[in-house]
């Protein structure tokens, strides 16, 4: 792996944008920034001086497997599966601020830094061609599993900010997590930030 | 047309390819059925534009990998049961004294799959290499693994059980896709749902697919050439161009120029 200038000031600017979402999430819990940067950028320090590459990928799939709480949140709200089915052969692409909208989900799902990182952690893992194939099933099911999850947090959203008739405006994080916290209740809002 | 090199050259090489495969072939029965498959295949894609080109090849190989993957789960000559069955053989001579040779010194051949001669390796070694990926009807990875047979020669074959080594595989395409959804992505999933209710649910399911493709091509590229992305488009595309890819990194991933948001 080669390190020079423009990847540090890339990896700069990745982590000040990663950076705000751990201040936004603290600040959710009542706890102040100067808190919780602190201990995340230590924490950051301590994994990157003392694990392996290897388990740093476990801890980091482990954490991220906390995401399966998306499906739960979906599941108790309850979307009507008639409006869903209704709603997904109605697409209105003679609206500009739905194909606008619609780019901003395609460029949100594919980021340059993903092609990068798994190049890098497959080579670093130093697989094999006949491990070929197993990698392959293990970006097939990320795949699948990325867009499931996006698909229900999309679903939350339609079925609690949608059909309520409330207009909210989203942001952050933080912002989503209070537009659903009336209508899930506090288990959820727990659940939702983990 | 970096995706040319991936895709393309098929046809020039199948004549070689089957010569050197079809003893396996016959031997595996099941691969009759992938030969003629892939003649069609070559004769129908060569007609169409390199991009479509390439994306057929890409649906018909995951379409192929699920039926293969589903053969060796259910206990059928799958692919799974042939790298075991090859993993018996005896191991050819200059596989035993070039065990000593790392990844890193392996790279792919530099005048791609075309510069590599019959000749330079021997029966046994070819006839292991392309049983068990043929036995899985895969064309394309018989050909990538021609071009980096001496990769193949060069490291320890290790005798692992399938399963095993499944799982120390997995990780980087699980842990890439669970990172991507990031703050912008489920800020934006929302905003989706609030503003469109279920509309654009189909949309997050077409891009199924072309996650795949997109986030596949770092697969082989990481196995084969075992060097990071940024390094690659440096050396083959220049300076430049390697900065213009890393100024990606630093978009501000955030919704906030989203239609109707607060600022």
């Keep these: 792996v080669v390190v020079d200038g423009r990847l540090c000031a890339a990896a700069i600017g990745s982590l000040v944008t990663e950076f705000s979402g751990v201040a936004g999430i603290g600040e959710l819990y009542g706890l102040s920034r100067s808190l919780t940067l602190p201990v995340a950028a230590a924490a950051l320090l301590i994994v990157v001086a003392t694990a392996s590459y290897r388990r740093v990928e476990r801890i980091a799939i482990v954490i991220g497997l906390f995401e399966l709480a998306f499906f739960a949140v979906a599941w108790a709200a309850h979307p009507n599966l008639e409006t869903l089915a209704k709603d997904a052969v109605d697409l209105p692409l003679y609206n500009r601020d739905f194909r606008f909208l619609a780019a901003a989900v395609i460029g949100a799902v594919f980021n340059p830094w993903m092609i990068f990182y798994q190049q890098a952690a497959i080579a670093d893992k130093k697989l094999r061609p006949d491990d070929l194939k197993a990698a392959r099933w293990d970006t097939v099911v990320g795949a699948v599993l990325t867009q499931c999850l996006i698909g229900a947090v999309l679903i939350a959203a339609a079925a609690t900010l949608a059909s309520s008739g409330v207009w909210v405006n989203l942001g952050s994080i933080g912002e989503i997590s209070n537009a659903l916290t009336p209508l899930l209740g506090e288990v959820w809002d727990a659940w939702f930030s983990a | ?263």
């Design chain 2, 1 to 263: 047309m970096a995706f040319r090199s991936f895709s393309g050259g098929r046809t020039s090489e199948s004549e070689e390819v089957q010569g050197d495969v079809a003893p396996d072939f016959a031997a595996t029965g099941t691969g009759q059925l992938a030969q003629r498959n892939d003649k069609a295949w070559s004769r129908f894609s060569t007609s169409a534009s390199p991009l479509v080109h390439y994306m057929l090849s890409v649906m018909r190989e995951m379409v192929s990998l699920f039926f293969a993957t589903t053969l060796a789960v259910a206990g059928d000559s799958g692919s799974i049961g042939s790298i075991e069955i090859a993993a018996h053989l005896p191991a050819p001579l200059e596989s035993r004294t070039q065990t000593g040779k790392s990844l890193g010194a392996c790279r792919a051949p530099s005048g791609g799959p075309g510069v590599i001669k019959p000749g330079t390796v021997s029966p046994t070694t070819s006839s292991r290499t392309t049983t068990c990926w043929a036995a899985a009807g895969e064309r394309d990875i018989v050909e990538e693994r021609k071009a980096t047979k001496h990769c193949v020669k060069a490291r320890p074959r290790i005798k692992i059980i399938a399963p095993l080594q499944w799982i120390s595989v997995w990780g980087p395409g699980l842990l890439v896709m669970l990172a991507d959804t990031d703050a912008g992505n489920v800020v934006t999933a929302a905003q989706a749902g609030a503003q469109w209710r279920y509309r654009l649910l189909p949309l997050l399911i077409v891009l199924m697919p072309m996650l795949y493709m997109v986030q596949e091509l770092t697969v082989r590229l990481g196995i084969y050439t075992g060097r990071g992305h940024g390094e690659l488009i440096r050396e083959r595309f220049g300076v430049g161009w390697a900065w213009l890819s890393t100024a990606g990194f630093a978009r501000q991933r955030s919704a906030r120029w989203l239609p109707n948001s607060p600022e």
